[in-house]
């Protein structure tokens, strides 16, 4: 007989979200081959996240898009 008492006991847990790491480094490549996107990105930051570059957004925490701002 198979009896579910041989597996510890355990707290379930939902998986967090995977957060993409390279949210900086695409920001930061942008900005390296895109001459008009840095300029907005130096000018008015806020735009520049929000709009991302051509059509690809950058995938930024909070604190991240802080330090940009």
Known sequence: MISLDIFP???FRV???QRD???LSKLFAAAVVSRQF???LL???EA???NGYLGQTFPLT???KGLIK
């Open 38 to 40: 840095r300029d907005v």
């Open 62 to 64: 909070e604190q991240e």
């Open 21 to 23: 790491v390279n949210g």
């Open 9 to 11: 006991t355990t707290e």
């Open 48 to 50: 520049a996240l929000k």
């Open 15 to 17: 998986p967090e979200p």
């Open 43 to 45: 000018r008015e930051p």
